[in-house]
């Protein structure tokens, strides 16, 4: 069971054919779904209704709810036998989102993280340098503010420096750059941490964006025309975002795009965005799962998704081969993408992260729209007071 | 003969009710063992402040759109109830929305509505009148699920139009020839006698209106603004369920559900009779 858009979809069915063409014991059906809300409907439903599909894929931060409560079996006694994948053969940050202690509970398929897409024309056109390595956050507000423009003179923004989602995992690298936490405790958490002084600079730069700097697209204008669309037709300069929208921008013609890391407000810093294929505890084809990940997650597999651009492979001996470093496919600096995997940090491990998540975005989004600009301490304060039984009810999983 | 109707109720109406009231008193996930909980989930759903704002939400929908779509349905039959040219083409399209698919209604709405060039909004602009936010402010984003209400009347229409053509034609002639106005023959004659068929609209409209929202809510509005301005009882249920696994809480929000549809339903039984006892439906109810 597999969720996302047509292109990811595409890219799971590549892999499944590539499966069945090497051998014919095993027959795969791919069960595809629209995103991760409705994933974890229709697995949750499964799993109530006692027929789980065998194995499914699945983000780190939504997979602890089904991991706390036992519903999946570890893969660990499988990666132990002799011959077949191996554990160091991995990426050892995504491998860790997925693991209970010593024991690897699901096996990541990628490892992406949160980067910059900039809109290379535009940047030539204003006279700046791309984003590079080491780029601080002034200067992407810069850059993002030179390039927002009216081009028509009538009044109404038709280019804008920048695009991202007012969404927690947008702002979390941007707190442990500046040298703030989000949680209190990183392996049992709490409450959240945003009071201190670098992690609430860090929340009220990312809040000024929209209202003080106006370099993101209003609530009604990024509602009008999603901010991916934007960056496509050419309006929108520079796309947060992971490696999730390549197959979609590899579909421009009208100008030149590349990628950057994200600026540095102190220190490096970007969020690990994996998926995992898991196996549940009640799968009724174990062995046959196995051979199916064996094949989906070695070399083989991995370059058959990493050549449909989604995907940053889990393995680094593809990750690091022209399989994802095709030096003819845009984009052209996909080194960005395996050069953060060194620095990626997860989001907290607890079993309602996606509740808290959920919590927080919605009040995340509403102080980044707020007509006069929001105040960082109000909104932390207001995530503390919502967050703290989500966390409290999560640490008794 | 009533058995095979009774052997449904029970099977697929008290048994899943029952069901639903036990696994309220559990914190249960459906994957590892339940734990009772008692009135725990009830005190827990007192405490949320989502939950008290999907009820105010709910109610509020019921309160404008059960009214509005009985005025919109009984308005359209009296006006396309007699044979005329087109009429049956208007009647068609009266139905159309009722028949389409709830995912499809829901993408052209988004289209619909979209702030900056949704034809609604281009309509309002080009007449000078004020364009709302739909999809990004509260209050705008809650009209706009009831407006998408308005079309999907289909059923109640058609309970209408059967009503309407049941009135006898020499009524009116009668009431004509005694030198009644059209709006006199309306109220003394037409809205009397299709009053039971309204009253059962209503009844049917509150019971459907608490669960309308869900599809709009998830796809439209996503629950949305922030913050939960469109998060109606449906899928605060659903989040809870099927999102976060809490399918005890959800049980107890269903339970929610249907106490208070069943008290709004008591509540018109109780003022038809108060009407009735009042002689205003004497006529037609006696």
Same mark, same amino acid.
């Given at each position: 069971?597999?969720?996302?858009?047509?292109?990811?979809?595409?890219?799971?069915?590549?892999?499944?054919?590539?499966?069945?063409?090497?051998?014919?014991?095993?027959?795969?059906?791919?069960?595809?779904?629209?995103?991760?809300?409705?994933?974890?409907?229709?697995?949750?439903?499964?799993?109530?209704?006692?027929?789980?599909?065998?194995?499914?894929?699945?983000?780190?931060?939504?997979?602890?709810?089904?991991?706390?409560?036992?519903?999946?079996?570890?893969?660990?006694?499988?990666?132990?036998?002799?011959?077949?994948?191996?554990?160091?053969?991995?990426?050892?940050?995504?491998?860790?989102?997925?693991?209970?202690?010593?024991?690897?509970?699901?096996?990541?398929?990628?490892?992406?993280?949160?980067?910059?897409?900039?809109?290379?024309?535009?940047?030539?056109?204003?006279?700046?340098?791309?984003?590079?390595?080491?780029?601080?956050?002034?200067?992407?507000?810069?850059?993002?503010?030179?390039?927002?423009?009216?081009?028509?003179?009538?009044?109404?923004?038709?280019?804008?420096?920048?695009?991202?989602?007012?969404?927690?995992?947008?702002?979390?690298?941007?707190?442990?750059?500046?040298?703030?936490?989000?949680?209190?405790?990183?392996?049992?958490?709490?409450?959240?941490?945003?009071?201190?002084?670098?992690?609430?600079?860090?929340?009220?730069?990312?809040?000024?964006?929209?209202?003080?700097?106006?370099?993101?697209?209003?609530?009604?204008?990024?509602?009008?025309?999603?901010?991916?669309?934007?960056?496509?037709?050419?309006?929108?300069?520079?796309?947060?975002?992971?490696?999730?929208?390549?197959?979609?921008?590899?579909?421009?013609?009208?100008?030149?795009?590349?990628?950057?890391?994200?600026?540095?407000?102190?220190?490096?810093?970007?969020?690990?965005?994996?998926?995992?294929?898991?196996?549940?505890?009640?799968?009724?084809?174990?062995?046959?799962?196995?051979?199916?990940?064996?094949?989906?997650?070695?070399?083989?597999?991995?370059?058959?998704?990493?050549?449909?651009?989604?995907?940053?492979?889990?393995?680094?001996?593809?990750?690091?081969?022209?399989?994802?470093?095709?030096?003819?496919?845009?984009?052209?600096?996909?080194?960005?993408?395996?050069?953060?995997?060194?620095?990626?940090?997860?989001?907290?491990?607890?079993?309602?992260?996606?509740?808290?998540?959920?919590?927080?975005?919605?009040?995340?989004?509403?102080?980044?729209?707020?007509?006069?600009?929001?105040?960082?301490?109000?909104?932390?304060?207001?995530?503390?007071?919502?967050?703290?039984?989500?966390?409290?009810?999560?640490?008794?999983? | 003969?009533?058995?095979?109707?009774?052997?449904?109720?029970?099977?697929?109406?008290?048994?899943?009710?029952?069901?639903?009231?036990?696994?309220?008193?559990?914190?249960?996930?459906?994957?590892?063992?339940?734990?009772?909980?008692?009135?725990?989930?009830?005190?827990?759903?007192?405490?949320?402040?989502?939950?008290?704002?999907?009820?105010?939400?709910?109610?509020?929908?019921?309160?404008?759109?059960?009214?509005?779509?009985?005025?919109?349905?009984?308005?359209?039959?009296?006006?396309?109830?007699?044979?005329?040219?087109?009429?049956?083409?208007?009647?068609?399209?009266?139905?159309?929305?009722?028949?389409?698919?709830?995912?499809?209604?829901?993408?052209?709405?988004?289209?619909?509505?979209?702030?900056?060039?949704?034809?609604?909004?281009?309509?309002?602009?080009?007449?000078?009148?004020?364009?709302?936010?739909?999809?990004?402010?509260?209050?705008?984003?809650?009209?706009?699920?009831?407006?998408?209400?308005?079309?999907?009347?289909?059923?109640?229409?058609?309970?209408?139009?059967?009503?309407?053509?049941?009135?006898?034609?020499?009524?009116?002639?009668?009431?004509?020839?005694?030198?009644?106005?059209?709006? =006199? +023959?309306?109220?003394? #004659?037409? !809205?009397? %006698?299709? @009053?039971? *068929?309204?009253? /059962?609209?209503?009844?049917?409209?509150?019971?459907?209106?608490?669960?309308?929202?869900?599809?709009?809510?998830?796809?439209?509005?996503?629950?949305?603004?922030?913050?939960?301005?469109?998060?109606?009882?449906?899928?605060?249920?659903?989040?809870?369920?099927?999102?976060?696994?809490?399918?005890?809480?959800? =049980? +107890?929000?269903?339970? #929610?559900? !249907?106490? %208070?549809? @069943?008290? *709004?339903?008591? /509540?018109?039984?109780?003022?038809?009779?108060?009407?009735?006892?009042?002689?205003?439906?004497?006529?037609?109810?006696?």
């Amino acid at each position: 069971m597999v969720a996302g858009d047509a292109a990811e979809l595409a890219a799971y069915r590549q892999v499944v054919a590539g499966f069945e063409a090497v051998q014919t014991e095993v027959a795969v059906r791919l069960i595809e779904v629209a995103d991760r809300d409705e994933l974890t409907a229709r697995l949750s439903a499964a799993l109530a209704g006692g027929a789980p599909p065998d194995l499914f894929l699945m983000s780190y931060r939504s997979y602890g709810q089904f991991a706390a409560r036992g519903a999946l079996a570890p893969l660990q006694p499988y990666l132990d036998r002799a011959g077949g994948l191996e554990a160091n053969g991995f990426y050892p940050q995504p491998m860790a989102a997925f693991a209970e202690g010593v024991v690897q509970t699901c096996l990541p398929q990628n490892a992406s993280s949160l980067v910059v897409y900039y809109n290379a024309d535009l940047f030539t056109a204003a006279g700046l340098e791309s984003p590079a390595r080491g780029w601080r956050w002034r200067d992407m507000v810069g850059a993002a503010a030179a390039l927002t423009r009216d081009v028509d003179g009538d009044g109404m923004v038709d280019t804008y420096g920048l695009g991202v989602e007012p969404a927690l995992i947008r702002l979390a690298p941007f707190v442990w750059s500046a040298g703030g936490e989000l949680v209190d405790d990183e392996t049992e958490p709490t409450r959240l941490a945003l009071g201190s002084v670098p992690a609430a600079t860090a929340v009220q730069s990312f809040l000024d964006l929209r209202v003080i700097a106006g370099v993101v697209p209003t609530d009604e204008e990024a509602e009008a025309i999603d901010i991916e669309t934007r960056f496509v037709d050419g309006s929108l300069a520079m796309l947060m975002e992971s490696r999730r929208v390549v197959p979609t921008l590899r579909a421009i013609e009208g100008f030149e795009w590349d990628v950057a890391p994200l600026p540095v407000h102190e220190r490096a810093a970007t969020v690990l965005h994996a998926d995992a294929y898991c196996l549940t505890a009640a799968a009724a084809h174990p062995e046959q799962a196995w051979a199916f990940l064996e094949f989906a997650l070695g070399p083989e597999g991995q370059a058959i998704a990493a050549s449909t651009g989604r995907t940053v492979p889990s393995l680094r001996s593809v990750a690091t081969s022209e399989a994802f470093l095709d030096p003819a496919a845009a984009p052209s600096r996909s080194q960005v993408f395996l050069d953060n995997i060194e620095i990626a940090r997860a989001v907290p491990h607890i079993a309602t992260w996606p509740e808290i998540e959920d919590a927080m975005d919605g009040l995340l989004e509403e102080a980044f729209y707020e007509p006069g600009g929001a105040e960082a301490v109000e909104l932390i304060a207001a995530l503390d007071g919502v967050t703290a039984p989500i966390f409290e009810r999560g640490s008794q999983s | 003969m009533t058995a095979p109707f009774l052997v449904g109720v029970a099977l697929l109406v008290a048994g899943p009710a029952l069901g639903t009231a036990v696994l309220a008193t559990f914190d249960w996930d459906l994957i590892g063992a339940p734990r009772f909980v008692g009135l725990g989930n009830a005190r827990d759903l007192l405490e949320d402040q989502v939950f008290r704002r999907a009820l105010a939400n709910s109610l509020s929908f019921v309160a404008v759109a059960v009214p509005a779509r009985l005025v919109v349905a009984s308005g359209l039959a009296m006006l396309l109830h007699r044979p005329a040219r087109g009429a049956g083409v208007a009647r068609g399209a009266a139905l159309v929305p009722s028949v389409m698919p709830d995912a499809a209604y829901a993408v052209l709405w988004l289209w619909l509505l979209n702030p900056l060039f949704g034809p609604v909004n281009l309509v309002l602009g080009a007449a000078g009148l004020p364009t709302p936010a739909w999809l990004t402010q509260p209050g705008p984003s809650r009209w706009a699920v009831v407006i998408m209400s308005l079309f999907v009347i289909g059923d109640g229409f058609l309970l209408a139009l059967a009503a309407r053509r049941a009135v006898p034609a020499g009524l009116h002639e009668l009431a004509a020839g005694q030198g009644a106005t059209p709006w =006199a +023959a309306f109220r003394r #004659v037409t !809205l009397p %006698i299709m @009053a039971p *068929a309204l009253l /059962l609209m209503v009844c049917r409209d509150t019971v459907a209106s608490f669960q309308a929202t869900f599809v709009p809510a998830l796809l439209v509005t996503d629950g949305g603004p922030p913050p939960y301005a469109t998060t109606y009882l449906p899928l605060y249920i659903y989040r809870q369920a099927f999102e976060y696994l809490r399918y005890g809480k959800a =049980a +107890a929000a269903t339970l #929610v559900v !249907l106490a %208070i549809t @069943a008290a *709004a339903v008591w /509540l018109q039984f109780r003022a038809v009779d108060g009407l009735r006892r009042g002689g205003l439906l004497a006529r037609v109810l006696d």
